[in-house]
């Protein structure tokens, strides 16, 4: 079995890679590390720029991963800065912007794994809409609010096997788990 260092202090983020990447056959080692985040909506660029930084830090290989929120009505904002909208305005604030207006939105991930060649990215997205109002509130902010494409009921109201198994994260693991396993 293959494994991989995995970079988040976000334990639920880390179990859920861990389950995903397991299918492939992928163990994933967890380690939470303080590195600084550029500010950027672009979740490839905040990842690979994650990846470079965790890499130098340990000198081994790491995988890092970064997931924003696109919302058309918003010009694509917040994207990767979602964590700082929903510090600043909370999910209502986003609720009471979208109010007659278009609520497409897309999730998207981007898992970058950095080793002494360099940085590889991989992503993953899932078109969706905005819903009317917070529903069952988790771990994951905005899942309260993010219905996916297909589905009646936001990400936080599917079960976790539903969602891990349509997710922008999933679609991005299994990107990277192809590429991995070929290394």
């Known amino acids: 079995m293959k494994e991989v260092l995995f970079i988040s202090g976000n334990r639920n983020k880390a179990r859920e890679v861990n389950e995903m990447l397991g299918a492939w056959g992928i163990s994933v080692k967890q380690k939470p590390l303080e590195i600084e985040e550029i500010q950027d909506k672009d979740v490839e660029k905040v990842a690979g720029k994650k990846a470079e930084a965790a890499f130098s830090a ?37 609720l009471g912007f979208l109010k007659g207006k278009k609520r497409s939105a897309s999730a998207v991930t981007a898992f970058a794994y950095c080793d002494h060649d360099g940085v590889h990215t991989f992503r993953g997205e899932k078109p969706g809409r905005i819903a009317d109002e917070i529903k069952t509130r988790t771990d994951f902010d905005w899942d309260c609010i993010f219905i996916p494409e297909g589905h009646e009921v936001t990400y936080s109201q599917l079960s976790s096997d539903v969602k891990n198994s349509i997710s922008q994260r999933r679609l991005a693991l299994e990107r990277f788990a192809d590429w991995f396993q070929k290394q």
């Not at 010009?75 to 964590?83: A, D, F, T």
């Open 58 to 94: 340990l000198r081994v290989p790491v995988l890092v991963e970064d997931t924003g929120l696109h919302i058309e009505a918003m010009n694509g904002y917040p994207g990767s800065l979602i964590r700082h909208f929903i510090d600043s305005i909370e999910i209502e604030g986003i």
